[in-house]
């Protein structure tokens, strides 16, 4: 699995977005604008997949993941 994240405009900072996907479906998810608060900045964002980064492997590289976004990663991940 991988994770959607995002930039936060503010802060620079990879947020997780709260979607996990593989590489292969990532192209169904629809460009419609979403938002998501940001535990990073505080502010809320409007994003879409089309500026959204997928991420794969390393659960360490998104900043400010919410702790049960990580654990639950980690155990599908099959590393918790």
């Known amino acids: 699995m991988a994770m959607v994240v995002i930039r936060c405009p503010a802060t620079g900072r990879r947020v997780f977005t709260g979607i996990e996907t593989n590489a292969a ?3 169904l998810i629809p460009p419609i604008n979403t938002r998501l608060t940001c535990p990073s900045c505080g502010d809320t ?7 959204a980064e997928l991420m794969v492997g390393d659960l360490d590289g998104a900043d400010d993941m919410p702790v049960e976004w990580t654990s639950r990663l980690a155990r599908l991940a099959g590393k918790g």
């Open 25 to 27: 479906s990532v192209n």
């Open 45 to 51: 964002h409007v994003w879409s997949i089309l500026e």
